[in-house]
């Protein structure tokens, strides 16, 4: 019972090295995300500034595109919950079959999404309405969303966090009201809609287990329903193709209806459930497809992701800043389509890695140094956008906008590092605290039944130092012998003469090989 409270316990897991059947990229890109994502957000806080004219006029320059319109980033974290919860999945079923068919393991499942989530998430704003009244400060005071108005929509509106119906408030109330009010803590809608997508999610993971082209289908019926959604929406209260443009500094109804629905979200959740299957499957030995890689094929593909995402982030560049308007068709197309290629694009980068043709991305990728902000991630968007009203609300005046890079380097830069450390003390005090007491109480039946972990033998094909003693170096021809501690003594026994037979030819590994992999109970 004292283990999950150790502070020091929980800190040293979330600095630890990868596991080994983890997809190790999806550290780099999570941490990556959000880094990108604190910083669009406190870049976006000086338009609230002194001189918001001028920080119109930002809109002017290319490179600062990659802030006014860093959105897709969110697709990226939408993109990688499908992949782990489809990979996550597949390994269990693997494993035990009959976890499809067990409603409890279904419900469970539920259930340890929830607790996954929710203690961290309500008790993190339980803590920022007890502060942002006092830190009132400049900031909030000259705002429209001062700390008071967050605090009172909180009090009243904490259950629909509760419940992650909250990015629908804003719709449901517009219907009631006249005007619509702020949901209580703003950037929470992301967790609403995840877990929807969540809840949803078997639907298409089911027909998968059963037919790898079911799965395909339903998954692309899915996809096709979210796209007609999102061009209905678009066409029906003519929505812009992005949140923020010069001629729309902010556009409600784009939030509203399309922006936080879980079916303007559903295209790059698709995507990563069948990547995240595709990768299960690579794993697993059920899909050869390393061999249509090579490097021809791998650079034609590098690029097309580059030009995709670039084409995304930077496509807009004219209408943001006003020099061209979109027809309704065309803004529809981007924001749909734009996402359906933006998830493809991040998805090659991870099945590059898993293929092992990234080249020095894979290094850089699947570096350790990312492990810990991986991990990091969530909590560090939870805090975050607190963080930043800290950080403008400390200063004794409005925030004043300079430059795009001023702002990345006077407030991007730090209120990313202080999200981190704020995140590192708020995961090994609730978060991870909370995921080892679901381990010791709320275990299912499949984690509790242990199974039986392979014993590996390396096998050497022969002496290479001349003095009878297999070497301890990797560099010869190794087989590697599995069997597992609760199989019969006599195939241990044959298993272990056999690893330590000696040969000096293909033909007896081969024939090893073969009478290895024919050993049955009889």
């Known amino acids: 019972l004292v283990g999950p409270f150790s502070f020091y316990g929980n800190v040293s897991k979330i600095f630890s090295p990868h596991s080994k059947e983890s997809i190790k990229c999806l550290a ?4 990556i995300t959000i880094s990108w994502i604190i910083m669009g957000h406190s870049v976006l806080e000086d338009a609230d500034g ?11 320059q290319f490179l600062n595109t990659l802030f006014f319109n860093a959105y897709p980033a969110v697709d990226t974290f939408f993109l990688i919950s499908g992949v782990v919860l489809a990979f996550v999945l597949f390994k269990k079923l693997d494993k035990t079959p009959a976890l499809l068919t067990d409603s409890t393991s279904w419900l469970l499942g539920y259930l340890h999404r929830f607790i996954r989530l929710t203690p961290t998430y309500i008790s993190f704003i339980l803590f920022v309405m007890a502060w942002l009244p006092h830190l009132n400060g400049p900031r909030s005071a000259g705002s429209a969303t001062n700390s008071t108005v967050l605090v009172e929509n909180c009090e009243s509106k904490l259950w629909r966090n509760l419940l992650y119906i909250n990015n629908f408030e804003e719709m449901i109330e ?11 803590y703003p950037i929470s809608w992301f967790l609403a809609t995840d877990m929807q997508l969540f809840w949803i999610s078997p639907l298409f993971l089911v027909a998968l287990v059963y037919s790898g082209l079911a799965g395909v289908l339903v998954s692309l019926l899915g996809i096709t329903l979210s796209v007609i959604a999102g061009f209905y929406f678009t066409f029906h209260y003519d929505l812009p193709a992005t949140s923020m443009t010069r001629k729309t500094l902010y556009s ?3 939030n509203k209806y399309l922006y936080n629905k879980p079916w303007g979200r559903l295209s790059p959740f698709l995507i990563g459930i069948l990547l995240g299957y595709a990768i299960f499957r690579i794993r697993v030995g059920k899909m050869h497809i390393r061999r249509y890689f090579n490097a021809t094929i791998s650079i034609v593909c590098w690029a097309a992701s580059f030009a995709i995402t670039s084409a995304v982030i930077f496509g807009l560049y004219d209408n943001i800043r006003g020099a061209s308007d979109l027809t309704a068709l065309e803004r529809a197309s981007y924001f749909q389509f734009g996402k359906i290629g933006w998830a493809i694009a991040v998805s090659w980068v991870i099945l590059a890695c898993e293929l092992d043709v990234a080249g020095p991305v894979k290094g850089f990728l699947e570096h350790y140094f990312w492990v810990p902000f991986g991990r990091l991630s969530y909590c560090a968007y939870l805090v975050h956008w607190f963080v ?9 005046r409005s925030a004043h906008y300079v430059s795009v890079w001023t702002s990345v380097l006077s407030s991007g830069i730090p209120n990313t590092a202080l999200s981190f450390i704020f995140a590192l003390f708020w995961s090994a005090l609730i978060e991870s605290t909370c995921i080892m007491l679901e381990k010791n109480f709320l275990r299912d039946d499949e984690e509790t039944a242990r199974v039986p972990e392979p014993t590996l033998m390396t096998y050497y094909s022969a002496p290479v130092n001349g003095d009878d003693k297999f070497p301890r170096s990797m560099d010869v021809q190794t087989i590697n012998v599995q069997f597992y501690d609760d199989e019969p003594p006599m195939i241990r026994s044959v298993a272990n003469t056999m690893s ?23």
């Open 500 to 522: 330590t037979a000696p040969t000096d030819s293909m033909r007896r590994y081969k024939e090893f090989q073969r009478r290895i992999m024919s050993f049955d109970d009889s």
């Open 174 to 184: 517009s219907i009631i009201y006249e005007n619509a009010n702020l949901q209580c």
């Open 50 to 60: 002194d001189n918001p004219l001028r920080f119109v006029e930002a809109t002017d």
């Open 28 to 31: 780099a890109l999570r941490a």
């Open 252 to 254: 409600s109804d784009f």
């Open 388 to 396: 930043i009203r800290y950080y403008y609300d400390r200063m004794d």
